[in-house]
């Protein structure tokens, strides 16, 4: 059976046969591979800092339903007229 790389190699021209198997380049298997980990590494990264928001996030509502001066303080900055207000002061 015939690998996804080698396939590829072929269609390109850097596919070489050396008798016993066959071998592909490293620079057309390497440049593929390292550009597939740093973006999995990105995705990663980004995923465990939203991750640490939603957390984050829950303790924040967990305390606001406890409390009602901070779900008063979240209602009071969600309202629409706040952003007419917060328009209005800034020059």
Request: without cysteine.
């Amino acid at each position: 059976m015939i690998s996804f790389f080698r396939t590829a190699a072929m269609r390109s021209g850097r596919y070489r046969d050396r008798g016993e198997g066959s071998s592909v380049d490293a620079e057309s298997v390497g440049t593929p591979l390292l550009r597939a980990v740093v973006a999995l590494r990105s995705s990663l990264r980004h995923w465990a800092i939203a991750r640490k928001e939603a957390a984050e996030d829950k303790k924040f509502w967990t305390l606001a339903l406890m409390d009602h001066r901070v779900m008063s303080d979240i209602s009071r900055d969600v309202s629409p007229s706040s952003s007419r207000a917060m328009n209005r002061m800034l020059p």
